[in-house]
Nanobody
Framework: QVQLVESGGGLVQPGGSLRLSCAASRSIFSINAMGWYRQAPGKERELVAAITSGSSINYADSVKGRFTISRDNAKNTVYLQMISLKPEDTAVYYC?????????????WGQGSQVTVSS
C-alpha cells in the first residue's frame, strides 16, 4: 500500500502560479511512476503530467510549457509547478502512483486538490 497526501491547491487568478505537492508514504524509489491527473466538472479524468523512477516525463499537450513535474527523493514527494494558469485549468487534481512488480501492478490515488483559476 502507498498513501499519497496532497497539498497546495487553492484559488489563483488567471496568469498566476501554484505548486501542488504529493507526499508518498514510502520511498519513491520503489514507485515506478508518479503523476498528476485532473478532472474538471462534467469531464473525464485526464493525465496532466507523469514522471517515472527513471526520470522519463510526459505532459499533456494542453500544459506543455506551463507545468513542470519534479520530485524530491529525500522527501518522498512529487511536485507539480503550474504557471500561466488559465481558467480551463480549473479542476480537482489527483496525485497518482503506479507500482509494477512481477505479479502485476497497482495504482494509488491522492485525496484530490481543488485548483480554481478565476478572477
Amino acid at each position: 500500500q502507498v498513501q499519497l497526501v496532497e497539498s497546495g491547491g487553492g484559488l489563483v487568478q488567471p496568469g498566476g502560479s501554484l505548486r501542488l505537492s504529493c507526499a508518498a508514504s514510502r520511498s519513491i524509489f520503489s514507485i515506478n511512476a508518479m503523476g498528476w491527473y485532473r478532472q474538471a466538472p462534467g469531464k473525464e479524468r485526464e493525465l496532466v503530467a507523469a514522471i517515472t523512477s527513471g526520470s522519463s516525463i510526459n505532459y499533456a499537450d494542453s500544459v506543455k510549457g506551463r507545468f513542470t513535474i519534479s520530485r524530491d527523493n529525500a522527501k518522498n514527494t512529487v511536485y507539480l509547478q503550474m504557471i500561466s494558469l488559465k481558467p480551463e485549468d480549473t479542476a480537482v487534481y489527483y496525485c497518482y502512483a503506479l507500482v509494477v512488480h512481477g505479479l502485476g501492478k497497482r495504482d494509488y490515488w491522492g485525496q484530490g486538490s481543488q485548483v480554481t483559476v478565476s478572477s
